[in-house]
């Protein structure tokens, strides 16, 4: 990034990483080789994002609707999670924290364990903290947060009185995380799609018609120089 954007970086970017299946079907390949390839544009954004320190990114890559997709894709997607999984020791070098957000228990045994382990390792890590949206949905991210505080007033360690803003947020899946700042979606579509919808109610909406496995690292610096010019008011003026 050129000095003049670095004033007014965004904290927490968040990106949809929409687009694969066109990149495949575009190129006569069968949908899979668009997740694969998607999953090296997320590697790659990733470790730029580390590089010209944004401090917090969010990726969604599986929601809780997308189980309902052929079982052969489900499978590569699973299959990309689980190689990426493998690849913990990596990170480790890299000062990244990894979270994942969403219920981890869809994923089987074996594999949420890989995932609660991933995340114990990398917990003390503070260069950027990189967090995957994986069987996410927003909505039943806040169903999930309001569900912990009426078992907190069941139990009476809090009252009505003490249910506001800041509760509910520290009992999402992103508890303690900045909300956030710049959503990225490519591929032309324009809509949140159930993706981190509570912690994106001041987000910058950044659209691109670029699909993900070619979104570029210059395509995210024009994000950042759209973004360091816009006024963001927070309903003041
Ligand atoms: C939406 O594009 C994308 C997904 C449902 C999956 C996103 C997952 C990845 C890019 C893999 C990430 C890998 C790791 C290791 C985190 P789409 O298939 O709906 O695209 P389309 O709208 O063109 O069909």
């Known amino acids: ?3 003049k ?3 007014n970086m965004p904290v927490h970017i968040g990106f949809i990483m929409d687009g694969n299946g066109r990149w495949a079907v575009k190129r006569g390949l069968p949908r899979k080789m668009g997740h694969r390839e998607g999953a090296q544009t997320f590697r790659k954004i990733a ?4 590089k010209i320190g944004i401090r917090y990114v969010t990726f969604y890559a599986f929601s809780t609707e997308n189980w309902k997709r052929p079982q052969d894709e489900v499978d590569e997607l699973m299959r990309l999670f689980n190689e990426y999984l493998d690849e913990v020791e990596e990170y480790a070098g890299e000062n990244t924290r990894l979270v994942f957000l969403g219920d981890k228990s869809a994923f ?6 890989k995932m609660i382990d991933m995340e114990k390792k990398s917990a003390d890590f503070d260069g950027m903290t990189l967090m995957l949206a994986m069987n996410y949905g927003g909505r039943d991210d806040i169903v999930h947060s309001v569900k912990k505080i009426a078992e907190m007033v069941s139990d009476k360690e809090i009252g009505l009185t003490d249910i506001n803003e800041s509760l509910v947020s520290s009992l999402l899946y992103t508890g303690g995380m900045p909300d956030v700042d710049l959503l990225i979606r490519p591929s032309g579509e324009k809509r949140i799609s159930n993706f981190l919808i509570w912690q994106s109610a001041y987000a910058e909406y950044y659209f691109t018609d670029t699909l ?12 950042l120089k759209d973004y360091s010019s816009r006024s963001r008011r927070f309903g003041g003026v």
Do not use: V
Request: proline share 4%; aromatic share 10%; hydrophobic share 25%.
């Open 5 to 7: 954007n670095s004033g």
């Open 47 to 50: 470790r730029y994002c580390k």
């Open 212 to 223: 993900w496995p070619d979104f570029s690292t210059k395509e995210l610096d024009k994000a």
């Open 108 to 113: 089987g045994r074996d594999m949420a364990q």
């Open 1 to 3: 990034m050129s000095d």
